[in-house]
């Protein structure tokens, strides 16, 4: 597993950017299929973005598509999401998260971060 830690989450208003990141460490993070997920309170959480382990291929849930941009850092351990035209509904609790596999969307994600809160005011 890695260690994943989340940091860039806040308080914006609707309109406007934010720029999650993700620290890896631990076993070698290019062996990891990553994503970014997120759970608003009452809501099952579920995944806003998804990488393979090189960064040439992306999946983007519907919601978020066009606005969210998934990206990686091999060399640095870094995994990041910008997200641009922020909205309301776009409110939670954003966690990162990894699984060992070459494909975008790894079959199961064994490594967690804690999460980092995305508050969009309107």
């Known amino acids: 597993q890695v260690q994943l830690v989340e940091s860039g989450g806040g308080v914006v208003q609707t309109g406007g950017s934010l720029r999650l990141s993700c620290e890896a460490s631990?076993?070698?993070?290019?062996?990891?299929?990553m994503a970014w997920f997120r759970q608003a309170p009452g809501e099952d959480r579920y995944l806003v973005g998804g990488?393979?382990?090189?960064?040439?291929?992306?999946h983007y849930d519907v919601r978020v598509k066009g606005r969210f941009t998934i990206s990686r850092d091999n060399v640095k351990n870094m995994l990041y999401l910008q997200m641009n035209s922020l909205k309301p509904e776009d409110t939670a609790l954003y966690s990162c998260a990894g699984g060992p596999s070459r494909t975008v969307i790894a079959p199961h994600y064994n490594s967690w971060g804690q999460g980092t809160q995305v508050t969009v005011s309107s």
């Open positions: 990488i393979n382990w090189s960064g040439d291929s992306t």
């Open positions: 631990g076993r070698s993070f290019s062996d990891y299929a």
